[in-house]
C-alpha cells in the first residue's frame, strides 16, 4: 500500500492550484484522463484552436491575473472587450437583453417596458419568480426563461433564486430606462482575456507549480474509505491523511459510500460542436444567444474574431437534461440541426465545413436549489470532520468562474501551510 499526506483527485484547475500552493510536496494527484485541464482542455486541428467549450477569463483579482500572465507570457494574453448579441425577432440585439429593450420592434418594445413598471411586489420563491420580480412579464418571456430554459433544460421555478449569483447581470427599472441610446458593458465578463493557444495555456501555467511526477494520468479513484482514510484507484490502494477531490459531488459520496438522495443533484448535459468553416462570417462579434425554441442551440461563439483569423471558427452549445441519451444517433441528428440552423440564421452562407470536433460537458450546469444548497453544505461538513475535502464547480455544486476555483484551492492549502509552519498539521 502506497502513501501520501494529500490525495488530490483531478487535475484540473482547483485540483492543481491546490496542489500549486501546498508548501507540503507530499501529494498524489490522480487525474482520471490522460491529460490534465479537466473540461478547460484545449483541441487544435487544421489550424483552428478550440476549447471544450467557451472559456473566457474575466478576473477579479488582479493578484491571480498577474501570476498566470506572468508565466504565460503577456504577448500570448489577448485582452478584448466583449460584443455580446441576442438573435431575437430577425435581429441582433445587444447583451444584455434587459438593458437594450428599446433595440426592440416597437410594440414589444412599449410591452417590455409597461411590464418593467408593473412587476410583482411578493418575494420571489425560486428563479423563475424572481426574473418577473425583476423585469416584469415582457422581458421575461421574451428572452430570459426561454433561453435560461434552453440552457439549463430544467423548469426555472425549481431553481433558487440566486442560482447564477453575480452571474446573472442584474439591473433595476430606473438603470435600464437610464441606459436607451448608449451601449453599456454591462455584466461580469465586459472585458475578458483569451490566450493565443487556448485555455490549455492557462492550464499549463497552474502545472509549472506542480510536481508533474506527482501527477498520475488514466488514474481513476473508485472507492474511499473515509474512516480508515484509503483509497482504491484502478491502478493501486493508497493511505491518505488528507484528500481534495474536485469530481462531482454526487460521484464523491458515492465512492466514500454516504448515503445521498440522487434527486437532489440535478443538472445538464452540454453537448459541444467545434465548426471551423474555410471563411469568414460575421466579423466583430463574440458570442450570440438564441432564445428560439426553433433554434437547436442556445449559445454560439466566434474564435476568430478573438483572434483576428479569416477562417471562421465557432463553438455551438446545445443544453439536454442529464437523463438525456447521447448516442451516435443523437449527436449525428443534432449536427445537422446545427448546420441547418446555422444557414437559418445566416451566419453560414456559402462556407464550406473544413473542420470540426465535439464533446459532451457531462454535467455541465448543476441545477442549484434550495434542496441542493442545504445537502451539499451538510455534506461537505460530514466529509471534512474525516479530511476529506471537495471543492470546485462541481465539488462544491455549484456556478462559479475559473478564477473562483482557484481562489477556493489556494485558501484550502494555506489553511494546511498555516498549520504546517504552527507544527500542527
Keep these: 500500500m502506497e502513501q501520501t499526506r494529500f490525495l488530490i483527485i483531478g487535475a484540473g484547475v482547483t485540483g492543481l492550484a491546490f496542489a500549486g500552493r501546498l508548501a507540503n510536496r507530499d501529494y498524489l494527484v490522480c487525474e482520471a484522463e490522460q491529460e490534465i485541464g479537466g473540461y478547460c482542455r484545449t483541441v487544435v486541428k487544421d489550424g483552428f484552436v478550440w476549447d471544450y467549450s467557451g472559456h473566457f477569463f474575466h478576473f477579479q483579482k488582479p493578484d491571480i491575473?498577474?501570476?498566470l500572465v506572468s508565466k504565460m507570457g503577456s504577448e500570448r494574453v489577448r485582452r478584448i472587450e466583449r460584443d455580446a448579441r441576442i438573435h431575437y425577432a430577425g435581429r441582433l440585439i445587444d447583451f444584455p437583453f434587459q438593458r437594450n429593450i428599446h433595440q426592440l420592434p416597437q410594440p414589444e418594445f412599449l410591452e417590455c417596458l409597461v411590464g418593467l413598471f408593473s412587476r410583482p411586489t411578493a418575494?420571489?420563491?425560486?428563479?423563475?419568480?424572481?426574473?418577473?420580480?425583476k423585469y416584469g412579464r415582457g422581458i421575461t418571456e421574451k428572452f430570459l426563461v426561454p433561453y435560461n430554459e434552453k440552457l439549463y433544460a430544467t423548469d426555472l421555478a425549481r431553481l433558487d433564486v440566486d442560482a447564477m449569483g453575480r452571474f446573472f447581470p442584474h439591473a433595476d427599472a430606473e438603470d435600464i430606462v437610464r441606459g436607451f441610446g448608449g451601449k453599456l458593458k454591462a455584466g461580469y465578463n465586459a472585458t475578458f482575456t483569451y490566450p493565443l493557444g487556448g485555455a490549455a495555456e492557462y492550464i499549463a501555467a497552474l502545472a509549472l507549480d506542480v510536481d508533474s511526477a506527482k501527477i498520475s494520468l488514466g488514474e481513476r479513484v473508485i472507492e474511499i474509505d473515509s474512516r480508515n482514510k484509503i483509497a482504491k484507484t484502478n491502478k493501486r490502494i493508497v493511505a491518505f491523511e488528507y484528500l481534495l477531490s474536485s469530481?462531482?459531488?454526487?460521484?464523491?459520496?458515492?465512492?466514500?459510500?454516504?448515503?445521498?438522495?440522487?434527486?437532489t443533484y440535478t443538472y445538464n448535459k452540454v453537448l459541444v460542436f467545434n465548426l471551423g468553416f474555410d471563411r469568414k462570417g460575421p466579423r466583430g462579434i463574440h458570442w450570440v444567444y438564441y432564445p428560439n425554441k426553433d433554434t437547436v442551440f442556445y449559445r454560439i461563439g466566434f474564435y476568430d474574431n478573438i483572434f483576428d483569423t479569416?477562417?471562421?471558427?465557432?463553438?455551438?452549445?446545445?443544453g439536454y437534461p442529464s437523463q438525456a441519451t447521447l448516442d451516435a444517433a443523437e449527436i449525428a441528428s443534432a449536427r445537422a440541426r446545427t448546420l441547418a440552423d446555422l444557414e437559418r440564421a445566416s451566419v453560414i452562407t456559402e462556407h464550406r465545413l473544413v473542420a470540426e470536433h465535439h464533446v459532451v460537458l457531462d454535467p455541465a450546469y448543476v441545477h442549484i436549489t434550495k434542496e441542493s444548497l442545504r445537502d451539499v453544505a451538510e455534506h461537505k461538513s460530514l466529509l471534512a470532520t474525516r479530511g476529506i475535502y471537495s471543492a470546485g464547480r462541481y465539488g462544491s455544486w455549484t456556478y462559479c468562474s475559473i478564477e473562483d476555483n482557484i481562489v477556493e484551492a489556494r485558501a484550502l492549502a494555506d489553511r494546511f501551510n498555516s498549520l504546517e509552519r504552527a507544527g500542527l498539521g
Excluded at 418575494?123 to 420580480?133: K, S, V
Excluded at 459531488?249 to 466514500?256: D, E, G, Q, S, V
Aim: proline share 10%; glycine share 0%; charged share 35%.
Design 247 to 263: 469530481a462531482p459531488l454526487p460521484r464523491l459520496l458515492a465512492a466514500c459510500r454516504v448515503p445521498f438522495d440522487e434527486s
Design 310 to 318: 479569416e477562417r471562421m471558427s465557432l463553438y455551438v452549445e446545445i
Design 123 to 133: 418575494p420571489a420563491r425560486n428563479f423563475r419568480e424572481m426574473l418577473d420580480a
Design 65 to 67: 491575473e498577474r501570476d
